[in-house]
């Protein structure tokens, strides 16, 4: 099958900045995908560049094997972008804009119940006749995510969908685009919040001065990286032979990074030798985050 | 039913009309009012002065220059405003999304712009025949050139709109460009009453050949034949509309 998003040795440069360099990609039809990074790291530039809103220095993307440049028409055809700015035009109410926009890409008035449609799983049905400047922030974002599916596009992008977005309005919206993935769409997705990447996408695809340094699914990702962590509450300071262990530690709360379930024999025995009573303890699994951290690096701004 | 390979372009100039319909107090009346201002004041002041042609009074042939004037700021600034607006908001991302090629872009806009230039100079010629009387001599003429300018404007609306990245700019372009070449064009006089110089100067000035060759239309006479005004305007026309395809192709400001 052809591949939704192909990505070969792109690159992007911003007068002197280098914004990517080298970026290669391949993402499914159908695949639930997470770009992650800290800001700066090219995730808006990588999915300007497959919208065709910027050109590459150097490389090639194909949508649904459509080249992005060359065949443009094609490949908008089948790509749905949510912009990460709240960007609305100020003259139309809800509807209208919608049916503007999938008036655009050809689709005339048999489009008018897949719009409704989209109105209605976004919570938009009783503001279908406000003008979007009336709309709250959250109103906005919805119509916003609203107008990249107009038309129906098959490959959907999410350029951080849920910044500043309450948790209903998070939860339904990721009902709705499960249910799209679930009919066959492909989402690409970036975002922040690294428990919801965590949550929804089978692979993932992290991020760091343009250049992507990890690749594979969530799951391999998690066990590849993360081992487990162990937290101890303690009455007394931690050994200075735990130390190496340490990854974070305040208030008498200390969590050490395991590599393998043996240490945590070692971390007790070492407790003991030095004397320090443990309170409390409790062994985590690594979630997304320390995976994030392990490879982008400590002090990022995720 | 339009097909839909012609949907796209249809919708986005239905829009782009659409958008000053909604706010036509501003887009329309208020271009009309200001033309009739003009009217009241300078025909009050230099009916009695000023002939310009034998057998035309200076009122009626205010009117043409008036209304070209308006038509011509008025597709001016319907491609420049809707352009700048949509930058500084950022929904323009809306429009360079879609499949919508270049020239559909272009067309659309442009169609949008001659529109409400028609429009205008259609709303103020309606309201000055109540009070003056206005031959028409040469309907041809008449269309030709409210078409030509209002495209002419429209496209360097168009141009004005990728470039200015700030409203200030494009007020500077409003105020530095487009109003002095309006009333340096003989909108209020024929440049023949000018010294020499100054009309060597106009001749140099788009606009002039605009407003000349339109005028012609009502009173069958004109500073200079209508055949060399329509040359000028059609050829100031293709010059620009290949800049501004150019600039479009390259994704000039608008595509990084």
Redesign the interface.
Known sequence: MIPAVNIESVEKR?GTLHALKGVDLTIEQGEFFGLLGPNGAGKSTLINLM?????PTHGQIKVVGYDVQTQ???S??N?G?V?Q?L??????NVREMLR??A??????PENDIWVDEVIESLGLADKAHTNMRRLSGGMKRRALIA??LAHKPPVIVLDEPTAGVDVELRQMLWDFIKKLNRDGHTIILTTHYLEEAEALCGRVAMMKAGEIVALDTTQNLLKQFAGKNLRLKLDDTLPASLLPMLKQGEDGIFTLALNELGQVEYALSELRKANVDIQDMQLLEADLEDVFLSMVGKGSDI | MISPKYRGIWTLFKKEVLRFWRVSFQTLASPVLTALLYLLIFSHVLEDRVHVYKDVPYTAFLIPGLMMMSMLQNAFANTSSSLIQSKVMGNLVFILLTPLSYLQLFIAFLGASVIRGLAVGLAIYMVSIWFVDLPIMHLGWILVFALAGCALLGTFGVIAGIWAEKFDQMAAFQNFVIMPLTFLSGVFYSIHSLPAFWQTVSKFNPFFYMIDGFRYGFFGKSDISPWVSILVVVAFLALLTWLTLKMLKSGYKLRG
């Open positions: 911003f919208a065709g809103l910027l050109k443009y028409q094609q908008r055809q790509l972008v912009p700015e960007v609305f035009d100020p003259f139309f503007f926009q008036g655009y890409f050809g689709r005339g107008q990249a």
